[in-house]
């Protein structure tokens, strides 16, 4: 097979990006008849169908989801080319993309975005909010630059190198409706019987809190499920239920007394956090400084 031309990809990732001949067309002002020549000449060269086309849309065939996977990781490594680039001497200009949950960005990246803004003024930062799992899933595809997350209990996620590691100690936690629930060490199966706040199935925490009762052979049924660690909180201290949530986000609730610890009769394994970047895409200057500021 010779040598495809590198326009025939370029077609090809904006029609499956945007799932549009037309489109893809104006992204690329073309003509939708050259789009679609473009397409066709590709799937000769490569000897697969690539796209499902019907009169609204374009979904792609199995080979085409093949091909895109290594097409999309490629723009991406182009575009972080073009920005190294652009930020290789003076960092006076260029992005800096960081994918976080709510919770992480609150209470442990903020004064690292802070300083960073003080020293590169000039660059732009793009924090994108979402749970761990998708946090990852956007850096496997390139589309932010460093990601910070929960680090699975077990193993590691793929395709990415861990920079920087921080503990992290989770407790139970519930207002003074429970507070006489300090006066001794509580089951796991006593705690499953209360009502339980919990962060949306699917996110780091509630990850690690559902394997904590499955290890035990306990399966509660959550009262209320939220993507806001700080409501569930607030949840709480109104008395609605109790939740579950690392001591280094409780710090100031428990100094007011607005929420107490329970004590529980089996020890909470620790877990960690971390910073993570790309295993195969080059790091931009911009994400290398960010990173560099965990280091002291």
């Known amino acids: 097979m010779k040598d495809v031309s590198f326009e025939l990809y ?14 893809a067309a104006a992204r690329l002002f073309l003509s939708q008849s050259a789009i679609s020549q473009s397409i066709k000449s590709l799937e000769e060269q490569l000897g697969v169908q ?10 792609l065939t199995q080979s085409g989801e093949l ?3 290594h097409v999309e990781q490629a723009f991406q490594l182009l ?36 300083q960073f803004h003080r020293r590169f003024p000039r660059i732009r930062l793009k924090i ?62 006593e705690l499953a019987q209360l009502p339980l706040l919990t962060l949306e ?24 499920e939220l993507d806001s660690l700080d409501l569930l909180l607030d949840l709480a201290e109104i008395d ?3 939740t579950f949530a690392s001591r280094e986000h409780l710090s100031s609730r428990l100094k007011n007394e607005t929420l107490f610890l329970l004590p529980v009769d089996t020890p909470i394994p620790p877990r960690e956090w971390g910073l993570l970047a790309h295993s195969r895409l080059p790091l931009p200057p911009a994400a290398l400084e960010f990173l560099r500021l965990f280091e002291g």
């Open 10 to 23: 370029k077609v090809f990732y904006h029609v499956a990006s945007l799932g549009s001949f037309s489109a």
């Open 240 to 242: 609605l239920g109790i």
């Open 128 to 189: 994108i909010s979402r749970p761990s799992p998708v946090c990852v899933d956007l850096l496997t595809k390139g589309q932010v630059d460093v990601v910070a997350v929960n680090l699975p209990h077990a193993g590691s996620y793929p395709h990415t190198i861990l920079h920087h590691r921080f503990p992290l100690q989770d407790a139970f936690v519930g207002g003074p409706r429970f507070r006489h629930l300090q006066a001794r060490a509580l089951t796991l199966q």
């Open 79 to 114: 575009k972080t080319g073009e920005r190294s680039l652009l930020e290789l001497t003076t960092l006076e200009q260029g992005e800096l993309s960081i994918g976080a949950s709510d919770t992480l960005c609150k209470y442990h990246l903020l004064p690292f975005l802070q």
């Open 201 to 224: 199935s699917g996110t780091g925490t509630r990850r690690f809190l559902d394997h904590l009762f499955t290890s035990q052979g306990l399966q509660p049924q959550p009262e209320i």
């Open 50 to 59: 690539l796209l499902w086309r019907n009169s609204r849309q374009v979904s």
């Open 67 to 69: 091909l895109y996977s």
